[in-house]
């Protein structure tokens, strides 16, 4: 399968067969993850697997009783650490010894992010930078998962603070979407989509 089939064959998957899914192929997609870029390679992703019953029935009810959460055989508990953006000097360090960048970066952009310090308005900013990085690797193992004959869904609603209850996540990691994952058992066809003149233009924006 090339990319271009995942991506017409993909659909947000809501029903699951009971069959697990191996530890093996699960490693696939969290792979899949682990090579997704991110803004200086700070990798902000972090994952957790979810295979437990209990636990996959008490995420399902934070997720205001979504079945498709608890029904799928394992949960990807998809996550963002911002402290991720703390080690940027040793990420910068590692670009430009694998030649990606040029030694001046460094001299350029660490003291600029050192000499700002961490502002509220610069906590925003990356916070804002880790869910738009961690967003990519999620959709890496969405695209894989197809490609290995598995569904998912990506969940974003539900109640964060309980999610982090159940899962003891510290209050300073974000949690960016629940993923369940299994086999399909369902085959729903394409979702509407606008057309691309309605979302494409060329060289200037076009107010309607
Ligand atoms: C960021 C994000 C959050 C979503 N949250 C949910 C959710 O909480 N529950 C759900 O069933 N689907 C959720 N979806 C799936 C969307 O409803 C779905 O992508 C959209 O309707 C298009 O359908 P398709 O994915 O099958 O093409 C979410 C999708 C995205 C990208």
Redesign the pocket.
């Known amino acids: 399968m090339n990319v271009r089939e995942a991506i017409n064959k993909?659909?947000?998957?809501?029903k699951f067969k009971p069959d697990p899914v191996s530890d093996d192929l699960l490693l696939q997609l969290l792979d899949s993850a682990r090579l997704a870029p991110s803004g200086s390679n700070t990798q902000p992703w972090r994952f957790i697997v979810v295979k437990d019953t209990d636990t996959r029935q008490r995420l399902q009810t934070a997720?205001?009783n979504?079945r498709?959460?608890g029904q799928a055989p394992a949960i990807i508990a998809c996550c963002a650490d911002i402290k991720a953006f703390g080690e940027f000097p040793e990420r910068i360090d590692e670009l430009i010894a694998a030649g990606a960048l040029p030694a001046k970066t460094r001299e350029v952009f660490v003291p600029s992010l050192k000499k700002g310090g961490m502002s509220a308005d610069m906590k925003w900013h990356l916070l804002i930078a880790a869910t738009g990085n961690t967003?990519i690797a999620i959709?890496h193992i969405v695209l894989q998962a197809v490609e290995l004959g598995l569904g998912t869904?990506?969940?974003?609603?539900?109640d964060d603070n309980k999610v982090k209850e159940i899962l003891e996540i510290p209050n300073d990691i974000e949690i960016i979407?629940?993923l369940p994952v299994g086999y399909p058992a369902e085959e729903?066809s394409?979702?509407?989509?606008f057309d691309l003149k309605k979302i494409v233009y060329y060289e200037k924006y076009e107010a309607s």
Not at 10 to 14: A, D, E, T, V
Not at 153 to 158: E, I, L, P
């Open positions: 993909r659909r947000s998957i809501r997720s205001y979504q498709h959460v967003d959709e869904c990506w969940v974003r609603w539900f979407a629940l729903p394409q979702r509407p989509r």
